[in-house]
C-alpha cells in the first residue's frame, strides 16, 4: 500500500529513510531540506545528504529557508498529502503545516521519549551512561518531541560509539517508520501520549564540553569519549599538543588523574583508569595507540590536561 508523502530531512541520519520509502514504492511528492551550505577547503555550496539522494532519483526538491510564510505553507498544502516524514529536518513545523497531510505529520526520534527530547539524543544517552535508547515513530505537534508515540524500537548501548550507534539507529528507524505508515493507513495503530514525569531534554553538544576532565571517573569518561566519537570527539592536551581520544578502554590503575601510567597509554582517572585505544593527533587520521606511539612520545608520567 503506498501513500503520498512529503519527506523533510536534511544529514546523513536521514538518508537511509528516504531510501525505504523510495524502495517501498511511495509517492514521494516532495522532499523537503535544508539549502544547501559551504563545506570543504573551497567552501563551495552543496546539498544536504537527502537533497542530493533526492535528486539522483529524480525528486523534487524544496530547501525554504523557513515553512512560516504563506506562501510556503500553501505550497505545502497543494500537495495534498496523506502524510509527512520528518527526520532530523532542521525546521520547525508551524500548525498549517502540521495540519495539512490527511494523517498528519510523523516524526522519527533517536531516543525512548519523553527521555532525551531535543537536539543530541544520541549523544546524550551514552554521555550519561543510559543502558539502553532507541527509536519512536512520533505524531507531531507544535511542541519539541512532545507528541503522542506510535511505534518504538529499544536497542542496547553496550560499548557503542555515537558513530556506531548513529548509523543502526538510523537504519532501525527507517524500518520503523515504514511500519508505523502502513499500520496508519490500515487504521491498526495509535498513538499514546508521553508521560511527562520522565522527560529530559538533549541539548546540543557545545565544544567547551568536549574537552576531559580526568578528576571524573573512569566510567564517567568511558561514557564521555564513546558519546562524543568520532565527532566532535572528546579531547585533552598532552606535550602542548591537543589530542581527540576516539575510544579506550575501562581498566585497573590508580594515580593523580590524567597521569599516564605505563607505556600502554593507561591514564588514571578520578577513580579506576582507562586505556586509550584509538586516538587523532591535530590534522591527522584517527590512529591505534601503537600508531600514535611511533611518532609521539607519551612516557609514562606525561599528565594529560
Request: aromatic letters at 4%.
Amino acid at each position: 500500500m503506498t501513500l503520498r508523502i512529503a519527506f523533510m530531512g536534511t544529514p546523513e541520519f536521514s538518508v537511509p529513510m528516504l531510501a525505504e520509502l523510495i524502495a517501498q514504492g511511495h509517492d514521494i511528492a516532495a522532499v523537503y531540506s535544508q539549502p544547501a551550505r559551504p563545506k570543504g577547503r573551497g567552501l563551495s555550496e552543496e546539498p544536504s545528504p537527502v537533497a542530493h539522494l533526492a535528486a539522483t532519483h529524480g525528486l523534487v526538491v524544496r530547501t525554504p529557508v523557513t515553512l512560516k510564510t504563506p506562501e510556503a505553507q500553501a505550497e505545502f498544502a497543494a500537495l495534498k498529502l496523506d502524510a509527512a516524514v520528518v527526520i532530523a529536518y532542521g525546521l520547525i513545523l508551524p500548525r498549517p503545516i502540521l495540519d495539512a497531510p490527511r494523517l498528519g505529520c510523523f516524526n522519527l526520534h533517536a531516543s525512548l521519549l519523553p527521555r532525551w527530547r531535543g537536539a543530541a539524543p544520541i549523544q546524550r544517552a551514552i554521555m550519561a551512561g543510559d543502558e539502553e535508547t532507541g527509536a519512536m515513530v512520533m505524531h507531531m505537534d507544535e511542541g519539541l518531541d512532545t507528541g503522542p508515540v506510535l511505534m518504538a524500537e529499544r536497542e542496547n548501548i553496550g560499548r557503542r560509539t555515537y558513530g556506531e550507534l548513529h548509523n543502526e539507529l538510523a537504519r532501525v528507524g527507517a524500518s520503523l517508520m515504514v511500519r508505523a505508515l502502513a499500520a496508519l493507513e490500515r487504521g491498526s495503530i495509535a498513538g499514546h501520549k508521553q508521560d511527562e514525569a520522565g522527560a529530559t531534554y538533549a541539548k546540543k553538544i557545545l565544544k567547551e564540553e568536549a574537552r576531559i576532565d580526568w578528576t571524573k571517573s573512569a566510567h564517567q569518561i568511558d561514557c564521555h569519549i564513546r558519546g562524543l566519537s568520532p565527532v566532535p570527539g572528546a579531547w585533552t592536551e598532552a606535550n602542548g599538543e591537543r589530542l581527540k581520544i576516539l575510544y579506550a578502554e575501562p581498566v585497573d590503575g590508580s594515580g593523580p588523574p590524567g597521569t599516564l601510567l605505563d607505556e600502554a597509554l593507561t591514564v588514571a582517572c578520578g577513580s579506576g583508569a582507562l586505556r586509550l585505544v584509538r586516538l587523532q593527533r591535530a590534522g591527522k587520521s584517527a590512529m591505534s595507540a601503537s600508531e600514535l606511539l611511533r611518532g609521539f612520545s607519551l612516557p609514562p608520567g606525561t599528565k594529560f590536561v
